[in-house]
Each structure stands twice: as C-alpha cells, then as structure tokens.
C-alpha cells in the first residue's frame, strides 16, 4: 500500500522562510557556463545542511552571503532547485533519466540534503520499472555517494533482478565501473541465486557452451 504523503507542516515554517534574504550561488567554472542562481536562504538551509554550515559559521560565505561551487555543473543544480522548490525535475520523455537522477542525487548527497535524495530514489524507482540504470549512472553514483549508500544498494538491486541486462553489459562494466560495484552485485546476485537454479539445470543440456572448441585428431593445425 502507498503511503500518503502529509504536506502539512508548522504554520510559519515555510512562510518565514520566503521571507528571507536572497543568497546568491554561483555554479560552474569561470567563464561562459558558470551560472548565479537567486535562493532564498531559509529555503535551502531548511533542506540542505552544508548550506546551513556555510552561512552560520565563520566561513567567508557567511558574510558575503554567496557561496561558489565551482565543480558542479548549473544545469544539474538548475534540477536540485527545481526539485527543492517544486518537487519536481523535468525529465521525463528523456532517454538517459538514470544519468540525469544520479547526477542531482550526487548533488544532494554533497549538500547534505537527505528528504532531496529520498524524493529522486522515488524517482529512481520509477524509472526502473521500465528500464536499468546505464553503467555511467552506476560508475558516477558510486563516485559521488560513500560505501552506505541507500542508492548503492537500489542500483544493485536493479541490475540484479534486471532480464535485460546482458553478459555484454557486464563485459564493459568490469572495465569502467568500480570495484565495489562488482563485490555488492556479487553478493546480491548470490543471495538470489536460488532464482537462476532453473536456469543452471537447463545449461547442462548444453555442455558444449562451457568447452573450447578441439581440433580433429589427424589434422595438422598448419593445413
């Protein structure tokens, strides 16, 4: 059963939070892709807890009252916005979401905002109802999230249980994922491997896909 979600909250939570300052937060690298966005303060510091730090201590943010994030890129943190503002990240009809929701949920795991994250694995969730996540989503949230990671464990789990995801996937994957990839989808490919036990019994009616193929016995492998 799908649980209700209540969007009852303190009378003056959200309110008093429109009523603060702008902060200014300039995403990107010098040059023509770095972007500034206008945020309400009380907005993302209510969410994101390296925003709180940043404008609450005796950072140089702190009194500026900007902060620069000059690895990330606009366009993702365009997303986080929208997510954090609407509740929503325009993307559907796209190819490639795993990309799109791996990259914000990286994001909200570097500011430290855990509702953001929960609200994209639902996202992410969604997704995988028609589709497994391409191995760049897996390689960049393995980079981006620690060991404990709950997405960790989601992508796993899809990759896992997914039909079509094929041996050739993997092929590729051993050569562009990350090693911790491989140790949890063993695990889990393990721990359901009663489920490929019909599968194991039929392959020992097909030896020969287990053998190198022999050369015939009196032929000479220089004719």
């Not at 702190?62 to 509740?87: C, I, N």
């Not at 989503?137 to 995801?165: F, K, M, Q």
């Not at 194991?200 to 009196?218: D, F, V």
């Amino acid at each position: 059963m799908q649980q209700i979600e209540d969007p009852r909250v303190e009378k003056d939570r959200v309110v008093s939070a429109f009523h603060t300052a702008i902060l200014k937060v300039i995403v990107g690298e010098d040059g023509d892709q770095q972007k500034t966005f206008l945020v309400h303060e009380g907005v993302i510091c209510l969410r994101s807890k390296f925003f709180h730090n940043a404008l609450n201590g005796e950072w140089i943010e702190s009194t500026e009252r900007a902060v620069k994030s000059p690895d990330d890129a606009p366009a993702v943190f365009e997303h986080y916005l929208q997510l954090l503002y609407a509740g929503s990240i325009p993307i559907l009809g796209q190819d490639r979401q795993f990309d799109d929701l791996t990259k914000v949920y990286v994001l909200a795991e570097k500011l430290m905002d855990i509702r953001s994250k929960n609200k994209i694995v639902s996202a992410m969730l969604a997704r995988s109802k028609v589709n497994f996540p391409f191995m760049s989503a897996v390689a960049a949230l393995y980079s981006g999230t620690p060991e404990s990671s709950p997405a960790r464990r989601l992508y796993v789990d899809v990759c896992a249980s997914s039909g079509n995801l094929t041996a050739d996937a993997f092929g590729i994957s051993a050569k562009t994922l990350p090693h911790e990839f491989h140790i949890d989808l063993g695990r889990v490919m393990l721990s359901q491997r009663h489920l490929f036990k019909s599968n194991i019994e039929k392959s020992h009616e097909r030896p020969e896909e287990y053998m190198e193929k022999e050369e015939q016995e009196g032929v000479s492998s220089n004719n």
